[in-house]
């Protein structure tokens, strides 16, 4: 798996916060897993992550060094995913950052140029599976589409 995606220091800023920031993300995570599992059995046409305050991505624990995956990337990588993304940030270093770090995973970020073996599968009538199962988008803030507002 790509550093990108892992809770390693990957050459792209990270947010610094203080030991705290371990107990909030164990919550945070423990949420979107509790969340997915009770709710992918429903028949709920699709389960939407927005993440506002989005930030890079990663964070790091300013007195260890310590990596952590930020609430993005715990989203992106639970295990039954969510159908649909939308990050927004008031930085666009974070959100730069963050379009970097999805980039690496496998759902799709629609406002990229689809590479040439998806465009070749697709046109085969063969779907990845990611495609299928939805999208990840990052936005400035305030430039979601009309239809999330
Ligand atoms: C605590 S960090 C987010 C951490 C992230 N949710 C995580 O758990 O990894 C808060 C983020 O909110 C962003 N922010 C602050 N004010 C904002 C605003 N008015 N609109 C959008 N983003 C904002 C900051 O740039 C910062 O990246």
Redesign the pocket.
């Known amino acids: 798996m790509s550093d990108y995606l892992l809770p390693v220091n990957d050459g792209l800023p990270a ?1 610094e ?1 203080g030991e705290w ?1 371990k107990e ?2 164990y919550y ?1 995570k423990r949420y979107i897993d509790v969340f997915e599992v009770t709710m992918r059995d429903r028949s709920w046409r699709r389960r939407i992550f927005i ?9 790091i624990v300013r007195d260890t060094n310590e990596f952590l ?4 990337l ?1 989203a992106l990588q639970t295990q039954y995913p969510f159908t649909d993304y939308y990050f ?4 666009q270093e ?1 959100i730069d950052s963050l379009t970097r770090r999805v980039s690496e995973s496998s759902i799709p970020n629609p406002d990229e140029p689809e590479p040439k073996r998806e465009r070749e599968s697709r046109t085969r009538g063969d779907l990845p599976e990611a495609r299928e199962r939805g999208k990840a988008r990052s936005f400035p ?1 305030g430039d979601f589409p009309s239809c999330i507002l």
Do not use: A, M, Q
Request: glycine share 16%; with cysteine.
């Open positions: 947010r916060s920031v909030k993300l945070v993440d506002l305050f989005s930030g890079p991505g990663k964070c995956l930020g609430s993005p715990l927004g940030d008031l930085e974070n803030n």
